[in-house]
């Protein structure tokens, strides 16, 4: 169990996002820092309450946090040594958040912006088209657009709405040259720590 205060949690979040976040982010041309921060800035922008705002600086944290060298798999193009991301980074950030105590709703929407992803290509066409080439490549590992009952499962979701924002701006964040006019992850700290404080009341 995590025994870490709120405010050392937020502080170890931060500190990770800004040590690790460094790398180029997957196929585009800004770090994987700035697309979280830029995602989170659309969050907040549009009103989006705090928890949505949260999970959408936290969206892509399985992909940062250090792995275990054996727990390591990465999806690779099968005709070349492209990398296009760790396999279930969702799920990886979902469960590593929740050991931290934030709460569900936080979980299940960073756990859901691949699902958005499978959603959203299997109702309209043009969102494929819109999808960077990298996100278009890596769909292929994600199990491609939802069909059937997987989709309906998504449809009746009481968060979908909001799975389906995280994951516009999750395609939005991949602006070059707007590092000045995107607040740092630090602008987020009390947020967060307000965020786990009201969850261990």
Same mark, same amino acid.
Request: glycine share 8%; charged share 20%.
């Given at each position: ?27 585009e041309s ?5 697309h979280c921060?830029?995602a989170a ?24 946090? +250090? %792995? ?10 099968? #005709? *070349?040594?492209?990398? $296009? @991301? ?71 979701? +009481? %968060? ?10 999750? #395609? *939005?964040?991949?602006? $070059? @040259? ?24």
């Amino acid at each position: 169990m995590n025994t870490q205060s709120p405010s050392e949690k937020a502080e170890s979040l931060i500190t990770a996002l800004e040590k690790y976040g460094q790398g180029d982010y997957i196929g585009e041309s800004i770090s994987q820092l700035e697309h979280c921060l830029q995602a989170a800035n659309q969050a907040n922008q549009s009103g989006a309450r705090n928890e949505l705002v949260i999970a959408a600086l936290l969206h892509d944290i399985g992909q940062i946090i +250090p %792995l275990e060298s054996t727990k390591e798999v990465r999806m690779n193009l099968r #005709d *070349g040594t492209e990398n $296009v @991301g760790r396999v279930g980074h969702e799920a990886i950030g979902a469960a590593y958040l929740r050991s931290l105590g934030f709460s569900e709703t936080v979980c299940q929407l960073v756990n859901s912006h691949v699902a958005a992803k499978r959603y959203l290509t299997a109702i309209n066409d043009a969102y494929y088209a819109s999808l960077s080439s990298a996100s278009q490549r890596s769909l292929a590992f994600q199990g491609g657009p939802f069909q059937g009952s997987e989709l309906q499962m998504f449809e009746m979701d +009481p %968060l979908r709405d909001e799975m389906v924002a995280l994951r516009l701006w999750d #395609d *939005g964040a991949k602006l $070059v @040259g707007v590092e000045e006019s995107t607040p740092r992850a630090g602008f987020y700290r009390n947020m967060i720590v307000d965020h786990l404080e009201r969850r261990t009341d």
